[in-house]
């Protein structure tokens, strides 16, 4: 059997996505920006993706920039503050994806502005009450907050309009990476009073390469992809069309049918949950599973065996795809940044499982199995 549990990495593409994407790319080969008809055809599907991604999050169409990715729109977020809005002063956490920390130290040592960090409490939650803290020290700074809406591998959410609101309280700007939670929780930007959203396609089952940041209309920020007027003066370069209609598609899927995903996945993760708890009596989970955290994301960490390092290989030889931590890091040899920035016993292996909407009960099974086989044993 082969299970893919990686979700947080990528997604499989859905079905209805890749028909609509596959019009697109037999008959509007025709560049955006041209004034003829072919140029004309493929800008007005450009436009009408916007007004719909618009729709799904109740902004304006003019608030939204089509980007390459999740990480791009963090960096467009963040270097805009700095250079454009006059930001001199940085919040984020140590459990940020790298988009946004690395960013964020970059910028920061660039211009020679502080870089500050709120704190967690024992759960790997934000310390709300250390980030009023920094924000009343630092008040006669221009200051930028950024928080991640969902941690993508320990998978706890920030209370969004709370922070929100907090940030509004003190003049400051908030940006929000919300890779992991857009499309798979409904956001009201109007309602949130949020300056900056990201959004990355193929964490909803839509194409890679191709995602947005939404702006709020009252902010004005120059592009730092240079070289063309287009969107808006705001990112160079030709619109990817294949990619945006089929971001598109994929939000219209993920909103149609949200709530029945919610129920599946979660039901999913919180089987696994019970399922581990008693094959391994004395496993932990990393973060805080049954409390505020996102429903795809389950973080496990499993006792001591004479396998830690082999760990990984092992389920993969088994079919079953999972995470020993950030999938854009894999490869890079260090333990995970978010585990070791929340106090996780690092001499443990810890592994993240990550759902979708695919996933079903038997591939559940077949994964606890996998593991009973591997511990159940040696503990």
């Given at each position: 059997?082969k ?77 805009g ?31 020679n ?16 009450a ?84 939404y ?7 120059k ?8 969107e ?17 598609k ?25 399922q ?25 960490q499993?006792?001591?065996?004479d ?16 995470s ?47 593991i ?8």
């Amino acid at each position: 059997m082969k299970v893919y549990l990686d979700n947080a990495a990528t997604t499989a593409m859905d079905q209805e996505v890749i028909d609509a994407i596959i019009p697109i790319m037999q008959n509007n080969f025709g560049n955006p920006s041209s004034v003829h008809s072919f140029g004309r055809s493929s800008r007005a599907i450009i436009e009408k993706a916007r007004k719909k991604v618009a729709g799904f999050i109740n902004a304006a169409p003019g608030e939204i920039v089509f980007t390459g990715g999740g990480t791009e729109a963090d960096n467009l977020a963040l270097r805009g503050a700095v250079d454009d809005l006059g930001v001199n002063h940085i919040i984020t956490s140590k459990i940020e994806h790298h988009a946004v920390i690395d960013t964020a130290e970059l910028v920061g040592k660039k211009h020679n502005i502080k870089v500050s960090f709120v704190s967690f409490d024992e759960k790997g939650y934000v310390d709300i009450a250390s980030l009023e803290r920094l924000l009343a020290e630092n008040k006669d700074k221009k200051t930028l907050v950024s928080l991640m809406h969902g941690n993508n591998e320990i998978s706890n959410r920030l209370p969004l309009k709370r922070v929100a609101d907090i940030c509004k309280s003190y003049g400051a700007y908030f940006h929000s990476d919300t890779v992991q939670t857009m499309c798979h929780y409904k956001f009201d930007v109007r309602k949130l009073g949020i300056d900056f959203l990201t959004c990355s396609a193929h964490k909803f089952h839509g194409p890679k390469g191709v995602g947005f940041l939404y702006i709020n209309e009252n902010i004005q920020i120059k592009p730092i992809i240079t070289g063309g007027a287009q969107e808006r003066n705001v990112r160079a370069g030709t619109e990817n069309i294949i990619g945006i209609v089929g971001l598109t598609k994929a939000m219209e899927v993920a909103h149609r049918d949200m709530e029945a995903h919610q129920k599946h996945i979660q039901g999913l993760k919180t089987y696994m949950i019970e399922q581990l708890e008693s094959i391994i009596p004395t496993i932990q989970f990393n973060g805080d599973p049954k409390g505020d955290s996102l429903y795809t994301v389950l973080n496990v960490q499993f006792p001591n065996t004479d396998m830690d390092e082999m760990l990984l290989y092992n389920f993969d030889i088994e079919g079953i795809a999972v995470s020993g931590g950030s999938a854009c890091s894999s490869g890079s040899n260090v333990g995970s940044h978010v585990l070791k920035n929340i106090g996780v016993d690092m001499e443990k292996p810890s592994l993240r499982f990550s759902f979708s909407k695919y996933n079903t009960k038997e591939e559940i099974d077949y994964t606890l199995k996998i593991i009973q086989d591997l511990f159940a044993v040696k503990v």
